[in-house]
């Protein structure tokens, strides 16, 4: 069997880590902002990095031409290993105080995508690359994917290539940052599913001297009493993981409502997400939110399409790719990693749906960086990233399916 790197884990030249900043800041110049949706540029940047390296097959795939995922891959074998993520982006919002579309600045790179997740997705592309070039084991097949649509949903990505001839039924490292705060905090071998609903609710809208009299209700009010009964109720806002420990959240992300000072507001609305733990069903958790909302007189609408539902998805502790992922964090960090659940949704939960389980979370960068202005990603970050990549591949190939 072909030796993959050197017995000792290596730390990645001058060269390597020029590449990956190189890499970064080109992805980032490549606007793929979801919505409105479009990852023909980006792809394109990355299939010309890949261009040239001998042994790929590149796949550009996809439901429509520009909602484009591009999968590459090298070797042969029924032992495969994906490294994924994805090249949309939230759309750039705020006030900038550098350059969105990416520049660096001492040790920092600046731009949307470079912490969520163009940064990941350059440091999987490098560590692909040197894998590649330097010769897989025998009988084993890597896979590159950088795929469309995670931002909303994942319906036009993910769940649309599933069955793509060239993209094996194999365990995936999904790129989302490994910490919230900072860098490297867990490895995340779970993560949050999410569904999202709008509360409706009608009120009587008269002279506001007259709220609180027999028949004259506000509607803010009656949305009020249908969060703070959904607040008290749910059981998913109670539950506790018996191994991660972190709970659901229901957060309110936007309300309107009312006409403004002497009237009763006479309609309403609330939109909310609800973030839960593995070990809930669509079906379970929506039906006994539409029980809590009927009681109270609040229509509830879920949102359409991949924002409906986002499940949570998990990995066994023991799983092979836990383990050898492990094993590749105390190579390059010298400790064992903290295993933890990413509090957001990730594209592992679709892996997961088609057979393919899933790492939510082993990438560059910090969650809290990401969907505001001046996210920025530290080049020490990418070029660990590297590093961490690299020994995951030599470590998972090393380990017996």
């Known amino acids: ?45 990355l299939i010309e990095y890949l261009t040239g390296t001998g042994g790929l097959e590149i796949n550009e795939v996809g439901p429509r031409p520009e909602r484009v995922s591009v999968i590459a891959s090298a070797g042969t074998g029924v032992r495969a290993l994906i490294l994924a993520g994805h090249l949309d982006t939230h759309p750039v919002v705020g006030n900038w105080q550098h350059k969105a579309d990416g520049e660096q ?35 084993t097949r890597l896979v590159l994917l950088a795929n469309a649509d995670e931002e909303t949903g994942g319906a036009e990505g993910v769940a649309a290539i599933a069955n793509h001839p060239a993209l094996p039924i194999a365990p995936v490292v999904v790129a989302e ?30 002279h506001s001297s007259l709220a609180g009299r027999e028949g004259v209700e506000s509607a803010i009010e009656r949305i009020d009493r249908a969060l703070e009964r959904l607040r008290s109720g749910l059981h998913e806002l109670r539950r506790v993981h018996p191994v991660y420990g972190l709970a ?19 309609s309403a609305e609330a939109e909310v997400e609800l973030r839960v733990m593995p070990g809930i069903t669509q079906a379970d958790l929506e039906r006994e939110i539409r029980s809590i909302t009927d009681e109270i007189g609040v229509e509830c609408a879920f949102a359409e399409g991949g924002l409906r539902w986002m499940a949570p998805s998990d990995l066994p502790i023991d799983h092979n790719l836990v383990m050898a992922a492990s094993t590749a964090w105390r190579d390059v960090f010298g400790s064992d990693p903290a295993l933890a659940c990413f509090p957001g949704g990730t594209d592992a939960r679709l892996f997961s749906a088609s057979g393919r389980p899933a790492l939510g979370g082993v990438g560059p960068g910090a969650l809290v960086r990401a969907h505001h202005p001046d996210e920025y990603v ?24």
């Open 1 to 45: 069997m072909a030796c993959l790197f050197a017995e000792e884990q290596r730390p990645v030249s001058a060269a390597v880590v020029a590449d990956v900043v190189d890499l970064t800041l080109r992805l980032v110049a490549a606007p793929s902002p979801n919505p409105p949706g479009d990852e023909r540029a980006a792809a394109t940047v």
């Open 177 to 206: 940052p490994s910490g919230v705060f900072e860098p490297w905090e867990a490895l995340y071998v779970a993560a949050r599913g999410t569904t999202r609903f709008v509360l409706r609710a009608d009120g009587t809208p008269t």
């Open 378 to 401: 530290e080049i020490i970050e990418l070029e660990t990233a590297v590093e961490l990549y690299a020994a995951i591949i030599r470590r998972f190939f090393e380990e017996e399916i």
């Open 248 to 266: 659901g959240r229901m957060t309110v992300v936007r309300v309107v409502g009312g006409e403004g000072y002497g009237v009763v507001p006479g």
């Open 105 to 139: 600045v001492g040790d920092r790179l600046y731009g949307r995508g470079t912490t969520d997740i163009k940064g990941g997705v350059a440091a999987m592309a490098v560590a692909f690359r040197m894998a590649v070039e330097e010769g897989l084991p025998t009988g």
